[in-house]
């Protein structure tokens, strides 16, 4: 007999809604998040324009003294975690959390984290002044996901879409 496999919750933090709602209508609104860039100084740039999630405030989401110690890529997959265990209705304890497992599809992440703590090196005069936090870490947001919402110990991560779809429905069924 065949499995099934059924999404239970979802979580966005997109240009376009930084929730589920605000996502789906913009969507169907043809609403687009592209718009100047904020977040860094542009004046130098030929490209002035891009997708960010702006206004974002990770203390709704993450303990503040974790959230200071990772890359905002990371805050943001963190955050979109919770929101679907909040999606789901998930009740997640001791006694069901090594079935809750976390995949990620990422590409390159956490290098302006990294650009900081080097900046910080250079700027304060050596490397005791960096966090040992500060490796680019596409590869550990499911790792910061688990550890932060106390779910089970598989967390893994793909390099893109379709397979982080192939490889959940896999887990899933096994």
Same mark, same amino acid.
Request: proline share 6%.
């Given at each position: 007999m065949k499995q099934r496999v059924v999404v239970t919750g979802m979580g966005v933090l997109a240009p376009n809604g930084k929730t589920l709602d605000e996502f789906? %209508?913009?969507?169907?609104?043809?609403?687009?998040?592209?718009?100047?860039?904020?977040?860094?100084?542009?004046?130098?740039?030929?490209?002035?324009?891009?997708? !960010?999630?702006?206004?974002?405030?990770?203390? %709704?989401y993450i303990l503040p003294s974790i959230y200071r110690k990772i890359d905002r890529f990371a805050q943001l997959g963190v955050c979109a975690a919770k929101m679907a265990i909040d999606d789901a209705a998930l009740s997640i304890d001791e006694t069901n959390n090594s079935r809750v497992g976390v995949i990620v599809g990422t590409g390159l992440g956490g290098i302006l984290f990294h650009e900081e703590q080097i900046i910080s090196v250079i700027q304060n005069g050596g490397p005791s002044k960096i966090m040992a936090s500060s490796v680019p870490e596409s590869h550990l947001i499911p790792s910061r996901v688990t550890s932060q919402l106390h779910l089970g110990s598989r967390a893994s991560?793909?390099?893109? %879409?379709?397979?982080?779809? %192939? !490889?959940?429905?896999r887990l899933v069924k096994h």
């Open positions: 789906w %209508q913009a969507n169907v609104n043809g609403v687009s998040g592209i718009d100047y860039i904020s977040l860094f100084d542009i004046k130098d740039f030929d490209i002035k324009i891009g997708g !960010e999630v702006k206004n974002f405030d990770p203390a %709704q991560t793909t390099p893109s %879409q379709p397979l982080v779809l %192939q !490889e959940r429905m």
